[in-house]
């Protein structure tokens, strides 16, 4: 990613609507699970690189409250994040009257850029699902790594998922890399081990396939 990656995304969300994109999901079922079966609700998740995705919308209604969506992109979390207070903030006829009529956000919000993010905290889920795999060089790669060290606890989890080994060489008119199960978690030794992987087949809303390698790493 570019130092332009702000810019990028920025036009993608500002002129696509969110179930045009070929990463779009309507449910995302592969990430949920990974995450429940790795890490209770009661722990602290962040998706990066979320985009517009209903992750966070699917995080809170399976009990989680400590939800951070992070991603290059303002306009993109702006989506999200008024499609999830909305969630929360009824209209007045709905709601009970000891409640305040502004309730607190239920997900923490980040616009960064996560090659510069500086974590203030640590999680015990890191979630990205096609994120990693636009970081072509290894140098982006390498910082990655050493923030996802930072911000996850030891012995929480890095749930991550890339276009596998026999994926699209290319997204939103930017190359990407292609991962097999090992050699995505090579690249996260020694600070991460592995602990599961399995593929995936995405279905594009235009009706392609996009083969996606997930793995599960422990950090350690």
């Known amino acids: 990613m570019s130092t332009s990656a702000a810019e990028h995304w920025d036009t993608v969300y500002g002129t696509k609507a969110t179930d045009e994109v070929s990463w779009f999901q309507r449910q995302p079922t592969t990430s949920l699970r990974l995450i429940t079966s790795m890490s209770p609700p009661s722990g602290a998740v962040i998706d990066v690189g979320a985009g517009a995705s209903t992750l ?15 991603d290059v992109s303002a306009k993109a979390l702006a989506l999200v994040r008024d499609r999830v207070n909305d969630r929360v903030n009824e209209p007045a006829g709905d709601r009970p009257l000891d409640l305040p009529s502004e309730r607190p956000e ?26 990693f795999h636009f970081l072509v060089g290894s140098e982006q790669r390498d910082q ?8 996850v606890r030891p012995g ?30 090579a690249v996260f030794e020694p ?29 350690t």
């Open 56 to 70: 966070v919308d699917t995080l809170l209604d399976a009990g989680w409250s400590d939800v951070t969506v992070l």
């Open 156 to 185: 929480g989890v890095v749930v991550l998922g890339t276009f596998a080994a026999d994926g699209p060489t290319q997204c939103s008119g930017l190359p990407t890399a292609r991962y097999d199960a090992e050699g995505l978690a």
């Open 191 to 219: 600070g991460f081990s592995l602990e599961h992987s399995e593929r995936e087949e995405h279905m594009t809303p235009g009706g392609a396939v996009q083969p996606f390698t997930w793995v599960v790493l422990r950090r």
């Open 106 to 131: 239920p997900a923490s919000f980040v616009v960064a850029n996560v090659l510069s993010w500086q974590p203030e905290r640590t999680y015990d889920a890191w979630h990205d699902r096609a994120v």
């Open 144 to 151: 990655y790594v050493a923030t996802a060290s930072r911000a």
